[in-house]
């Protein structure tokens, strides 16, 4: 499967008055170990110079893994599937990308996942010719046929989202109400609208920076009809879960370490990013902090987002890309890496506003 490289981001939320419990449940479920126990090191896979992980890039640049006690390993693979495949056989401890690659294996039968954390999320643009009126509700997308990649998230929750406003989805010549084509790669979609073969594309990795180069304009977000939805994802295997779980809970506080650097500090962050992923300055800082003319709609967000994956993944099942074999959805998503890591954060500096703002996200999204 082809991946898009970029990653995008906002600006964090306001300041809450008062920090939120993390989690009412306990820390380990997981049968978690002491904080000052050994662990073993992690073996993590990066796909090519992605950046969308840039909490990990940022923390690994400045030596947050060393700072937490944890090693990592870095592997690079050469695809989703082989990514997934490595992790469910434990030769990867950790991968940070997709969450349609997770569903997939463990509706085949795979029982060896746990999507612990996130990446990035609501990352799907939907672009068409420039000159095409701004999509202002559903009502819009009547009769128009969407061109998107297979893999891209944002075209299963909008198909589901289709489904529950009691309208139809198919492929072409099946009369639907809206009609999708699948595409191998985002700029053919792009230049298939320009030149009038599809009314509309969605994308990914902010390609909506650039429209005007492509004779394109960014018309609307899949965020406009669900919001929040999961894009990549962090899973682990279930022994590594099980036990190598303070191992995760570390590379989890290094992770948020610089996720809160990378708020704080663009130019040096950027610098970091420009060094490690070759890509050009001004795109990066589009994709991750927004320009004057362009706000990116994917959000850099480390929290497991339980609820919303657990959605997402029965979406999967209702619209029929993936086999409905009674999976249990919720026992693969697991929140208590994240919550214990977030919660040592709030111990250290407890007028943190960031771990204020990452605790009540937290506390209302995950049940």
């Not at 893994?65 to 690079?76: N, P, S, W």
């Not at 469910?88 to 991968?95: A, F, I």
């Not at 990035?120 to 095409?132: D, L, N």
């Amino acid at each position: 499967m082809a991946l898009a490289l970029a990653a995008c981001g906002e600006a964090p939320a306001a300041e809450s008055e008062e920090p939120a419990a993390v989690s009412e449940e306990p820390a380990a479920e997981s049968g978690a170990p002491a904080e000052d126990a050994e662990v073993a090191p992690l073996t993590v896979g990066l796909l090519g110079t992605a950046v969308k992980p840039v909490g990990v890039l940022v923390g690994d640049a400045l030596g947050y893994f060393d700072e937490e006690g944890v090693e990592i390993d870095f592997e690079k693979v050469s695809s989703m599937n082989d990514a997934y495949m490595a992790v469910s056989t434990g030769d990867l401890d950790v991968y940070l990308f997709s969450s349609t690659a997770a569903a997939t294996f463990i509706a085949q039968g795979t029982t060896t996942l746990r999507v612990f954390g996130g990446t990035v999320g609501e990352g799907s643009e939907i672009m068409a010719a420039a000159g095409t009126p701004e999509i202002t509700g559903l009502e819009d997308l009547l009769g128009k046929t969407i061109a998107c990649q297979m893999p891209e998230t944002g075209q299963m929750v909008l198909k589901n989202y289709i489904m529950e406003q009691g309208y139809t989805f198919g492929a072409p010549g099946e009369g639907a109400d809206i009609t999708f084509v699948y595409v191998n790669d985002a700029i053919p979609a792009i230049e298939g609208c320009v030149k009038g073969e599809y009314d509309y594309c969605i994308t990914n990795s902010c390609l909506g920076y650039y429209a005007d180069q492509y004779g394109a304009a960014l018309v609307g977000t899949v965020k406009q009809f669900v919001d929040p939805y999961p894009c990549c994802r962090q899973t682990c295997n279930e022994a590594t879960y099980e036990e190598n779980f303070e191992a995760l809970v570390r590379f989890e506080i290094a992770n948020l370490r610089g996720y809160e650097y990378y708020l704080n500090n663009m130019e040096e962050t950027l610098d970091i990013l420009e060094d490690c992923s070759g890509e050009d300055r001004d795109f990066l800082q589009a994709q991750l902090y927004g320009t004057e003319g362009y706000t990116p709609v994917m959000r850099v967000s480390l929290d497991p987002d339980k609820d919303a994956c657990v959605e997402f993944y029965q979406a999967m099942v209702n619209i029929g890309e993936v086999e409905d074999t009674g999976v249990d959805w919720d026992q693969y998503v697991v929140t208590d890496v994240y919550s214990t890591a977030l919660e040592r954060l709030m111990e250290r500096e407890p007028d943190n506003a960031i771990w204020q703002d990452l605790s009540e996200y937290f506390a209302g999204h995950n049940s």
